[in-house]
């Protein structure tokens, strides 16, 4: 595995010395990519971004070990998709959850809701029949 004791090495090989193309990879201002490389610390989601570019793949124990970034895909064992698909992953994992959770506590809510029916339907029945008796008799 390619290991980088700092950021200006790992940034060289990936970029050279080609700060305005890092900084359009990365999405930030050519200040940035000159502050962080006279600093040589960038913040550490930056700095694991670019051990994968540089390594091609990602990190190498399971489940990763058959995956590998081609440009702005990601191949898997099980296809290829964009990186920014993984974005909204947490998001709809969250939703997942959450709708599942409704939906669990609404399955165990179902006799209760059964036994208050029932009661709203004997109550109603007995409130026929007493109006059925005051009309008759």
Known sequence: MIEFKDFRTLFVHIYG???PAAADDLGISLRTVYRWFDANKAPKHVTKYLMIVARGYLPDREPYIQWYIDGDYINTPYGRFQAAELEFLNLYK????????IARNQRER???IERRLQSMV???SSLL????????G
């Open 94 to 101: 969250w939703s997942s959850r959450r709708y599942a959770d």
């Open 110 to 112: 179902v006799p209760e």
């Open 17 to 19: 010395f080609n700060y």
């Open 129 to 136: 029949n007493t109006l059925h008796k005051t009309r008759i």
């Open 122 to 124: 004997d109550e109603a």
